[in-house]
C-alpha cells in the first residue's frame, strides 16, 4: 500500500535552533500534503496544508513564519520549525491523500517527536 | 463549523469483550467518515471509511455504520483481543474542506488479558 516515510522520528534541539522534518511519498504523487500537531493524549490539529509548487496554506492561530513549510516536488514536503523554543515540542505528522477526491484515505507518516530544552 | 465527538478514555476492556466508542459529528452536508488507530509507537493507520449514510464500514473484526439521523458513526467490536490496545481516532473529511481531516480527541483503548 501506499508509504508515507517522515524523518527523523525523534529530534532534541536547543532553544533558538531550527529543526527540519522531511516527508516523502514513496510509492505516490502527493500534490497534496497535511501537516498536523499532537499533543499528548490529545488529537490532531491541522496546522497547514501544502500544496505541491505553491505557497501553503496555514489554520488559524499557526504562525507561518514559525512554521515554514515547502513541497517543491510531489514527493517531498518540509515542515521547518524556525526559532524553535520548549513550548513547541510536541509530536508532528505529516499525511498525504492518495486518491484526488474528498473521501479518499490519508495515509500517514510514523511522526517526528520534537524536544526542544 | 464541523467537528467530531467521541467518547473520551481510557477505555478498559478484557480479551473477548464486546467493545463500542462513541462518535458524533456535526457537519454541513455530506461528509465522508473515517475511523484512524494509532498503534503505540507507531503513525495512523486507516481502519475503515463510510462515505455515504447508512454504509457500513469493516475490516479486522471492526464495524461502524454511518447514521445520517443521528449523525454518528459508532466503532464496535464483538470480542477484543489485546493487540487491539491502540488509541482511535474517528474524523470526517468534507467536500468543502478540501479533503483535509477533521480529527476527535482519540479513545485509548487498553484490552487486558
Known amino acids: 500500500g501506499a508509504v508515507v516515510s517522515q524523518h527523523p522520528s525523534w529530534v532534541i534541539c536547543k532553544s533558538g535552533t531550527s529543526v527540519k522534518i522531511e516527508c516523502r511519498s514513496l510509492?505516490?504523487?502527493?500534490?497534496?500534503m497535511f501537516w498536523y500537531r499532537q499533543f499528548p493524549k490529545q488529537s490532531l490539529m491541522l496546522m497547514a496544508t501544502?500544496?505541491?509548487?505553491?505557497?501553503?496554506?496555514?489554520e488559524q492561530g499557526v504562525e507561518k513564519d514559525k512554521f515554514l513549510i515547502n513541497h517543491a516536488s510531489l514527493t517531498l514536503s518540509t515542515l521547518t520549525v524556525t526559532s524553535a523554543h520548549p513550548e513547541d515540542s510536541s509530536f508532528y505528522i505529516c499525511s498525504a491523500p492518495t486518491g484526488g477526491t474528498y473521501n479518499s484515505p490519508l495515509h500517514f507518516g510514523n511522526g517526528t517527536r520534537l524536544t526542544v530544552t | 463549523g464541523d467537528s467530531v465527538t467521541q467518547m473520551e478514555g481510557p477505555v478498559t476492556l478484557s480479551e473477548e469483550a464486546f467493545l463500542t466508542i462513541n462518535c458524533t459529528y456535526t457537519a454541513t452536508g455530506y461528509p465522508s467518515l473515517f475511523w484512524y488507530v494509532q498503534y503505540p509507537g507507531e503513525g495512523l493507520q486507516l481502519l475503515l471509511k463510510a462515505t455515504k449514510a447508512d454504509d457500513k464500514g469493516s475490516n479486522k473484526g471492526f464495524e461502524a455504520t454511518y447514521r445520517k439521523e443521528t449523525t454518528s458513526f459508532h466503532l464496535e467490536k464483538g470480542s477484543v483481543q489485546v493487540s487491539d490496545s491502540a488509541v482511535y481516532f474517528c474524523a470526517l473529511s468534507a467536500l468543502n474542506q478540501g479533503g483535509k481531516l477533521i480529527f476527535g480527541q482519540g479513545t485509548e483503548l487498553s484490552v487486558k488479558p
Open positions: 501544502s500544496n505541491e509548487g505553491s505557497k501553503a496554506t496555514y
Open positions: 510509492d505516490f504523487q502527493a500534490t497534496t
